[in-house]
């Protein structure tokens, strides 16, 4: 099955700096992979997702990336702030309709005011 | 509803009592999975269903699970004669389960407490 890899599990950074989030996954097959932020207490809430036939995708300061042939991919967050302190998850799916979606174990991110 | 609803919020039981947690999905959305998530961890799939089946049920991690959805709408996860290593929060999440995108939508979570 699918094996997802998620790195750093913990990330600190100052208010206005960059956060990467860096994702690697096995199954050439996996052709969907979103990004959930979980707050405390929170389920998961899907940020942003890219499908594989695109490398880039970015929704104001968030972006993603994608390359296939490394099967590995990242989640950006530019002019970081205090409220996007959170728990992310990356996760990849065979299914681009339909299907379970594996997760990596999380990235525990404090932006420092 | 405006979004993925489950009850209880929390569950607190003794070991060796069932369980029933209920799934209420995004209204429309023909797709509904369960996931379990154990402090600190990752999300772990439990089973999934398109309309009232379920193709792939292979997460659930002992026959003591068991789950079903009836009128492709509301979904109960039982677990009988909890242990302790199932305390976890068990999340739901919903999909439109067609169109371009497997985009899941979950809910807040059931927290158990198997004491």
């Known amino acids: 099955g699918e094996n997802v890899e998620q790195h750093p599990s913990t990330l600190s950074v100052q208010e206005g700096d960059s956060a990467v989030i860096k994702c690697t996954y096995s199954d050439s097959a996996s052709n969907y992979f979103p990004w959930y932020k979980q707050e405390l207490g929170k389920g998961p809430q899907l940020i942003i997702d890219i499908r594989s036939n695109v490398g880039e995708k970015k929704d104001q300061r968030i972006a993603v990336t994608l390359n296939k042939t490394a099967k590995h991919f990242s989640l950006h967050i530019t002019e970081t702030q205090p409220e996007d302190s959170a728990v992310y998850f990356c996760a990849a799916s065979r299914g681009s309709t339909l299907g379970r979606l594996y997760f990596g174990r999380g990235t525990q991110l404090t932006v420092w005011p | 509803g405006a979004g993925v609803s489950q009850s209880p919020s929390n569950k607190v039981t003794e070991k060796g009592k069932d369980v029933e947690l209920r799934c209420d999905p995004i209204s429309g959305h023909t797709a509904l999975y369960w996931y379990r998530q154990s402090l600190g961890q990752g999300l772990e799939f439990l089973i999934y269903f398109q309309g009232n089946s379920a193709p792939d049920k292979s997460g659930l991690p002992s026959d003591r699970f068991s789950a079903e959805r009836t009128g492709g709408s509301v979904s109960t996860l039982t677990i009988q004669r909890t242990q302790q290593e199932d305390s976890a929060v068990y999340l739901c999440?919903?999909?439109?389960?067609?169109?371009?995108?497997?985009?899941?939508?979950f809910g807040p979570g059931t927290r158990l407490t198997v004491l």
């Open positions: 999440a919903s999909s439109l389960g067609q169109g371009l995108l497997n985009e899941q939508f």
